[in-house]
């Protein structure tokens, strides 16, 4: 099974821009799909943005225009752009991905918006 690290939460203040990665251990051009989460505190865990097999695309509406998912796959490595941020973006982010048939998770990023 892949593992999953991401890295690049931080504090940025309302209106600034972050850009998350996840390194994958193997590698993720097969991948059915890679997703990244995010749970804020005393909230459910809920989808952000979608990458699928064919690249096309998904975006939850609270991040469209806002966000951008993207991976490289000589490096092995999903990312999500985050610009334009908001209070409401605070939350620990989860990148996800089916690969070879199994299901991986990172263990999470804390996103902090504030200033």
């Known amino acids: 099974q892949v593992q999953l690290v991401e890295s690049g939460g931080g504090l940025v203040q309302p209106g600034g821009t972050l850009k998350l990665s996840c390194a994958a251990s193997?590698?993720?051009?097969?991948?059915?799909?890679l997703s990244w989460y995010r749970q804020a505190s005393g909230h459910q865990r809920d989808v952000v943005a979608t990458l699928f097999s064919n690249g096309a695309t998904n975006y939850a509406e609270s991040v469209k225009g806002r966000f951008t998912i993207s991976r490289d796959n000589t490096k092995n490595i999903l990312y999500l752009q985050m610009n334009e941020m908001k209070a409401e973006d605070t939350a620990v982010y989860y990148c996800n991905g089916i690969i070879d048939g199994a299901i991986s998770w990172g263990q999470g990023t804390q996103v902090t918006v504030s200033s």
């Open positions: 193997g590698r993720i051009d097969n991948a059915a799909l």
